[in-house]
């Protein structure tokens, strides 16, 4: 199985909005909405912020919110704060029933 | 709430065979949930690695499929990943987790990490 594919990078001014894209196949993004969202700061374990493509768990800032499209999904980060700046990675399930990961997008907040 | 924790040696020979565990605190291993392993080398993103079932049934990524084995033990309310043969490319930061649909959920442990160096 192969990775997700995400931005290496993206970058955004305090109260902007960014988007990070997530893009699989008809085998794991677009073929089930079983797509998770996860925010990493340096050192810590990832947390889970988006599931179910656009679910958000209790506790996670309305602020992010997920959407999918055909093979690709994404994750929006609205009204951009300083301690929104982390890695990000997207995850999905897959048609063999495994999961896989996206390579990973460090957001940088200007 | 429901804790996550990590253990095992930080240090394997290459070879060798990488052993952890993750004890589960604040819920019953056997009452539900599925359970699995995520890692992460240094610097790098995240692998899946795998997921038990509170059923027993697991589930591995096909690339590490040979040389991994996940197990639960309900008595102890923990489970445990085997990892044979390691290289050098198996050094990394090991995460266990709560799966739903085979994507890691809201409870993480902290991570433990392994080097494997003679």
């Known amino acids: 199985q192969s990775a997700l594919t995400q931005p290496a990078s993206v970058s955004g001014s305090p109260g902007q909005s960014i988007t990070i894209s997530c893009t699989g196949t008809s085998s794991d993004v677009g073929g089930y909405n079983y797509v998770s969202w996860y925010q990493q700061h340096p050192g810590k374990a990832p947390k889970l912020m988006i599931y179910?493509?656009?679910n958000r768990p209790s506790g996670v800032s309305d602020r992010f919110s997920g959407s999918k499209s055909g093979n690709t999904a994404s994750l929006t980060i609205s009204g951009l704060q300083p301690e929104d700046e982390a890695d990000y990675f997207c995850?999905?399930?897959?048609?063999?029933?495994?999961?896989?990961f996206g390579g990973g997008t460090k957001l940088t907040v200007l | 709430q429901v804790q996550l924790q990590e253990s095992g040696p930080g240090l394997v020979k290459p070879s060798e065979t990488l052993s952890l565990t993750c004890t589960v605190s604040?819920?019953?291993?056997?009452?539900?949930?599925?359970w699995g392993w995520i890692r992460q080398p240094p610097g790098k993103g995240l692998e899946w690695i795998g997921t038990?079932?509170?059923?027993?049934?697991?589930y591995y990524n096909p690339s590490l499929k040979s040389r991994v084995t996940i197990s639960v033990d309900t008595s102890k309310n923990e489970f445990s990943l085997k990892l044979t043969s390691v290289t050098a490319a198996d050094t990394a930061m090991y995460y266990c987790?709560?799966?739903?649909?085979?994507?890691?959920?809201?409870?993480w442990g902290l991570g433990t990490l392994v080097t494997v160096s003679s």
């Open positions: 995850s999905s399930f897959t048609s063999v029933s495994t999961g896989v």
């Open positions: 179910g493509v656009t």
């Open positions: 604040g819920y019953s291993i056997s009452s539900g949930y599925h």
């Open positions: 987790a709560n799966m739903e649909y085979q994507l890691p959920s809201r409870y």
């Open positions: 038990i079932y509170h059923s027993g049934s697991t």
